[in-house]
């Protein structure tokens, strides 16, 4: 026969707790206007951004240029610009706990710390997932309207930015997850995720080396790129998501050490 111990640990690690603290972290989210309002800006931004992509294509194109490209594939581009939004949403999910205090609280309430994290992983990940699918799908329309005849794309185009947008803000909202636990502060998370996608990348073309150009490739941004588009040079769209998920991996469990041996 099990000990009341023993029961109280293994219930504490069931699905339906972790559903139970999902749900309430769902509440947490979407109660907060300025988390849904940066959503919001996201959508908003890539749309419009994708239309204005959509025009430059087409302009460029008349005068000579080549600049054909799959619609849903101009509007995946925008998002090294709308990918901010996404990732400052989940990174204001953590901090704001550690900002206000809350923390205490919430680990009171779900004392088991790897199912607290669980749960705010498994939210921002359905989250950030779907919003990447459906603003893909959602921009490709003003995006291939205003591309004209250089913005052609097929359903298989589509569906590879659409699901590769959705994976890539899905396992970029976990690295800031992880970013979040070990700065615990939202200025500091925010800045760190920009140089992460933005910053890091851009310094590193500045330098003329092999090896660190070829580090750039393993960036998140270039992998999601190449996941999005299929392109097989300098690796296919497999490797680009492990390489991708590697990130979350690692940024994620530096996150959950420093949540586990950090006081609250």
Not at 38 to 47: D, E, K, P, Q, Y
Not at 106 to 132: C, D, E, T, W, Y
Not at 212 to 238: C, D, N, R
Request: proline content about 5%; hydrophobic content about 55%.
């Amino acid at each position: 026969m099990s000990s009341p111990a023993i029961n109280q640990a293994t219930s504490g690690l069931s699905a339906p707790s972790l559903m139970a603290a999902t749900r309430a972290e769902t509440t947490k989210f979407f109660g907060l206007r300025s988390l849904t309002g940066l959503f919001l800006a996201g959508f908003v931004a890539t749309i419009a951004l994708s239309w204005v992509l959509g025009i430059s294509a087409k302009a460029s194109g008349d005068n000579g240029f080549d600049t054909a490209m799959p619609a849903p594939l101009l509007a995946f581009a925008t998002l090294q610009f709308g990918q901010l939004f996404f990732a400052a949403a989940s990174a204001l999910h953590i901090t704001n706990e550690y900002s206000s205090g809350t923390i205490a609280s919430s680990l009171q309430a779900v004392p088991r710390r790897g199912i607290f994290l669980g749960a705010k992983a498994l939210l921002l990940f359905i989250v950030n997932f779907l919003a990447g699918v459906v603003m893909i799908l959602l921009a490709t329309i003003p995006t291939a309207l205003s591309a004209g005849e250089y913005g052609t794309f097929s359903f298989p185009d589509m569906v590879s930015a659409a699901l590769g947008a959705g994976t890539y803000l899905a396992l970029l909202s976990l690295m800031v997850l992880g970013l979040g636990l070990l700065c615990r502060n939202s200025a500091g998370t925010i800045v760190c995720a920009i140089m992460l996608v933005i910053g890091l990348p851009q310094i590193l073309q500045l330098i003329p080396i092999e090896w660190i150009q070829e580090v750039i490739q393993y960036l998140p941004t270039s992998a999601a790129t190449f996941m999005a588009t299929g392109a097989s040079e300098p690796y296919g769209p497999t490797v680009a998501l492990l390489v991708l998920v590697a990130w979350s991996v690692a940024l994620l469990g530096a996150g959950c050490i420093s949540l586990k041996r950090r006081d609250a």
